[in-house]
């Protein structure tokens, strides 16, 4: 089966903070893709990145940390210094190379206080 | 270059009625999923179209749900006739390559309301 688990509901954490949003996914593939995707207020969703499994190493972008482990079969983002901008709900989401359907989590919903 | 747009934003209709709900690509993508949120649970995945053709449509609840792209453009998912379950957000998203998951770019999603 293929799944994708957000057990972190809702994330509350004052301005400055490092927050981590925790990814743990499911899938009998050997190949195939993770996700992170952003939903600001607006309603969009932004793409933020895309990782595949065979690629193990941890990705930095600005404030913006990931880390893909496939031991745990986890693929947690952590924003270092978080801003208020940064509140949001964060979806993580699996791709199988099989086919074109996105797999996602139910989202943590982020909430960073000034 | 403008995004995928979705239309309406908002939708709210009563149990039994009709709703169609647009997506606009991005220009010269081929590929078109549609998507949706229920109240708070997973994204689920509703279908896949190459230009006009349904690559895959798996994920369609049920057969009160119609999707359409004539001639490979826009698209649209009807729902006929609506039910309480299905309010929800409507996500289009396109890509433009055709493998490996090129990826995708969504649209802001339409909320529907079924009352």
């Known amino acids: 089966a293929q799944k994708v688990t957000q057990a972190q509901t809702e994330i509350s954490v004052v301005e400055k903070e490092d927050v981590t949003l925790d990814c743990v996914y499911e899938?009998?593939?050997?190949?195939?893709?993770l996700f992170w995707y952003k939903q600001p207020p607006s309603g969009e969703l932004v793409f933020l990145i895309r990782?595949?499994?065979?690629d193990e190493q941890n990705e930095i972008s600005g404030r913006y940390s990931w880390n893909f482990q496939k031991s745990t079969s986890s693929f947690n983002f952590t924003i270092t210094a978080s801003q208020v901008v940064d509140s949001a709900v964060y979806f993580c989401a699996l791709g199988p190379d099989s086919n074109y359907q996105l797999i996602w989590g139910a989202g943590t919903k982020l909430i960073i206080k000034p | 270059e403008a995004g995928v747009t979705q239309f309406p934003s908002h939708s709210v209709i009563e149990k039994g009625q009709t709703v169609t709900l647009r997506c606009d690509p991005i220009s010269g993508h081929d590929n078109l999923y549609w998507y949706r949120r229920v109240m708070g649970k997973e994204i689920k995945f509703l279908l896949h179209?190459?230009?006009?053709?349904?690559?895959?449509e798996s994920g369609m609840p049920n057969n009160r749900f119609l999707a359409e792209r004539t001639g490979g453009t826009y698209s649209t998912l009807k729902v006929q006739p609506a039910e309480l379950e299905d309010s929800g957000v409507y996500f289009c998203a396109s890509s433009l390559a055709s493998g490996n998951l090129d990826e995708q770019f969504f649209g802001p999603g339409t909320r529907l309301t079924v009352l």
């Open positions: 899938t009998r593939d050997t190949t195939y893709y």
């Open positions: 179209f190459v230009k006009e053709s349904k690559q895959d």
């Open positions: 990782r595949n499994s065979f």
